[in-house]
C-alpha cells in the first residue's frame, strides 16, 4: 500500500507560477502528476523514475518541470507561464508492481 500526499494548488493569474508537491509513504521508482479538466479525461502531464528520467506531454514541455528528493520520497512539480487550459484538478500518481497508486488530487486555477 502506497500513501501520497499532495500540497500546493491554488489560484494564480495567467503568467503566474505555482509549485505542487508529493510526498510518498515509501520510495517508488515511477512517479508523476496527471490532471483532469471538467468534462475531459484525466491526461499525463509529467513523469519521473527515481534515476531522473522524465517525460513531459507536449502542452507542458518548456513550463512545467517535474523533480524529486528521492530522500524525501518526495515529487515536485514547478509550474511556470501557466494558462487557463492548465486548470485543472492535478493528481500525484506513483506506479508500483504494475498498481497505480492516486493523491486526493488539488486543484489549479488559472485566471485569464
Known amino acids: 500500500q502506497v500513501q501520497l500526499v499532495e500540497s500546493g494548488g491554488g489560484l494564480v493569474q495567467a503568467g503566474g507560477s505555482l509549485r505542487l508537491s508529493c510526498a510518498a509513504s515509501r520510495n517508488i521508482n515511477a512517479m508523476g502528476w496527471y490532471r483532469q479538466a471538467p468534462g475531459k479525461q484525466r491526461e499525463l502531464v509529467a513523469a519521473i523514475t527515481s534515476g531522473g528520467s522524465t517525460n513531459y506531454a507536449d502542452s507542458v514541455r518548456g513550463r512545467f518541470t517535474i523533480s524529486r528528493d528521492n530522500a524525501k520520497n518526495t515529487v515536485y512539480l514547478q509550474m511556470n507561464s501557466l494558462k487557463p487550459e492548465d486548470t485543472a484538478v492535478y493528481y500525484c500518481?506513483?506506479?508500483?508492481?504494475?498498481?497505480?497508486?492516486w493523491g486526493q488530487g488539488t486543484q489549479v486555477t488559472v485566471s485569464s
Open positions: 500518481n506513483a506506479r508500483l508492481n504494475w498498481v497505480n497508486y
